[in-house]
């Protein structure tokens, strides 16, 4: 069994039909952790296989039998949930996070927990405490991150979804460099009770996933109201799915432009590009748009970043800054040392953009640019702090506007790095930032590329 090769859809009809492939679905992504994990470093925390057939699942539960990794930031009772972190090694949550619950609920199996930046403040995933990650595509490279670990378990079939989390890219960056489909929310839509901070004002939660389809459905069951959650919004439920063949003909799609995106490598540049001609081709009218101003949210959105995750960690880098990694140290020494000024002004920049994405999306349906600017770099021996400045530069505004963003596989390098296609869209809308990347992944083959892995 191949349990990368099909939709969660797919593999939940089957599960329905016959009470034996959920174990026998669970086995095949175990089977991938043991024979890959080892090289990889994907999972922190492996859970053991049950050897027995899961129940039929009791009234709605589409992820019902589906394996699903959970980013080692988000609370798993009685399970360890570190945070990739020193600090947090011997933690054993007493309750589930509310997502986790709601997956668990809807009928997933949770099969590990995934590697992560330290404490998610930064984008190689080489963690000093439990190990780097490594790319499937070149185990020399990184997989980005924070989520590094969530991308690899589902691009190499460890799982056949994951959570992950996204405070200046931490989904999308991993998502691009690994190959795979990862959703950002907006901001409010997911819970975030439960998971670990990094920024209360930037943090998002979302899926990662092989397909499109799969992170509507992801979302479906992971998006609601949290009255216990200060930053969950009360909105009316969305509907993820049922519009996803819809198509884009006639829809506005601006292609982000300027010397801020022409920063970015050729190949990178020319396959975006040639996924605007493809939208085009499927009857979206394309607008080039200067977007320069990103720059300057980019920047704000680092300094609140490292502010906010040195106000919550302040009493650990009190007591024990020698605990902490050395990147991750000196960003947190760094968001210590901001002025209440530098932090003003950084969320007066927050304010002005949001406005300038308002006005944007009064105009048009969707923007699309790179997701990251260069396909993934060398693990070894790279500053870690100049690659988060790097990697986050597409990714960062989005977060600081809270606005939905999606990356979906676009093209490969002569290398043979993929590269990712990042889609925007105005707060809310997910649905139209699912159904505009639906429609280029129904036109394309990228998702169905798959990494070999010599070992």
């Known amino acids: 069994m191949k349990p990368e090769s099909m939709s969660l859809t797919e593999q939940y009809e089957l599960s329905k039909s016959d009470e034996n492939h959920a174990a026998e679905l669970a086995a095949a992504c175990h089977s991938q952790i043991e024979r890959l994990n080892p090289t990889l470093?994907?999972?922190?925390?492996?859970?053991?296989?049950?050897?027995?057939?899961?129940?039929?699942?009791?009234?709605?539960?589409?992820?019902?039998?589906?394996?699903?990794?959970?980013?080692?930031?988000?609370?798993?009772?009685?399970?360890?949930?570190?945070?990739?972190?020193?600090?947090?090694?011997?933690?054993?949550?007493?309750?589930?996070?509310?997502v986790v619950q709601k997956i668990r609920n809807a009928g997933a199996q949770i099969i590990g927990k995934t590697n992560t930046h330290e404490i998610a403040l930064g984008v190689t995933n080489n963690n000093p405490h439990f190990g780097a990650c490594r790319n499937p595509w070149d185990i020399t490279r990184t997989p980005g991150g924070s989520s590094g670990g969530s991308a690899v378990a589902v691009a190499t079939g460890m799982a056949l979804a994951a959570l992950g989390t996204d405070t200046g890219g931490s989904i999308r960056i991993p998502a691009s460099l690994c190959g795979v489909v990862g959703l950002k929310p907006t901001y409010g839509r997911v819970s975030l009770r439960g998971i670990l901070p990094l920024?209360?004002?930037?943090?998002?939660?979302?899926?990662?996933?092989?397909?499109?389809?799969?992170?509507?459905?992801?979302?479906?069951?992971?998006?609601?109201?949290?009255?216990?959650?200060?930053?969950?919004?009360?909105?009316l439920p969305g509907d993820y799915i049922s519009h996803l063949g819809d198509g884009v003909s006639g829809r506005n799609i601006a292609l982000a432009v300027g010397s801020y995106i022409d920063e970015s490598a050729a190949e990178v540049l020319e396959a975006v590009r040639k996924a605007a001609r493809i939208l085009e081709g499927q009857g979206a009218i394309i607008t080039e748009i200067n977007m320069d101003f990103l720059r300057e949210a980019a920047l704000a959105n680092g300094i609140m970043t490292q502010a906010d995750g040195a106000a919550f960690h302040r009493e650990r880098l009190k007591e024990h800054p020698d605990w902490f990694g050395a990147d991750v140290r000196l960003r947190l020494e760094t968001g210590a040392a901001f002025s209440s000024s530098e932090y003003s002004l950084a969320?007066?920049?927050?304010?002005?953009?949001?406005?300038?994405?308002?006005?944007?999306?009064?105009?048009?349906?969707?923007?699309?640019?790179?997701?990251?600017?260069?396909?993934?770099?060398?693990?070894?021996?790279?500053?870690?702090?100049?690659?988060?400045?790097?990697?986050?530069?597409?990714?960062?505004?989005?977060?600081?506007?809270?606005?939905?963003?999606?990356?979906?596989?676009?093209?490969?390098?002569?290398?043979?790095?993929?590269?990712?296609?990042?889609?925007?869209?105005?707060?809310?809308?997910?649905?139209?930032?699912?159904?505009?990347?639906?429609?280029?992944?129904?036109?394309?083959?990228?998702?169905?590329?798959k990494p070999q892995i010599s070992l």
Not at 49 to 59: A, C, F, S, W
Not at 72 to 91: C, E, H, P, Q, W
Not at 221 to 233: A, F, I, K, N, R
Not at 378 to 386: H, P
């Open 41 to 98: 470093n994907a999972f922190i925390t492996v859970i053991p296989l049950e050897k027995k057939n899961i129940p039929p699942p009791n009234g709605n539960a589409p992820l019902y039998g589906i394996p699903v990794a959970v980013k080692d930031l988000y609370d798993t009772k009685g399970i360890r949930t570190t945070a990739g972190s020193k600090f947090f090694a011997d933690n054993f949550p007493q309750e589930d996070a509310f």
């Open 199 to 235: 920024s209360w004002n930037l943090d998002h939660a979302g899926p990662l996933t092989r397909k499109v389809e799969d992170a509507a459905l992801m979302l479906q069951v992971m998006s609601g109201y949290d009255e216990l959650d200060p930053t969950s919004l009360k909105t």
């Open 347 to 449: 969320r007066h920049t927050q304010v002005e953009i949001t406005r300038r994405f308002e006005l944007l999306f009064d105009e048009y349906d969707a923007l699309i640019l790179p997701t990251t600017p260069i396909p993934a770099p060398v693990l070894e021996g790279e500053n870690a702090i100049e690659r988060a400045r790097q990697l986050t530069r597409f990714t960062a505004p989005f977060n600081l506007s809270g606005l939905p963003a999606l990356s979906i596989p676009c093209g490969f390098t002569t290398e043979g790095l993929p590269i990712g296609l990042q889609i925007v869209s105005r707060a809310w809308n997910e649905a139209g930032v699912l159904r505009t990347g639906y429609t280029f992944q129904q036109a394309t083959d990228w998702h169905k590329i």
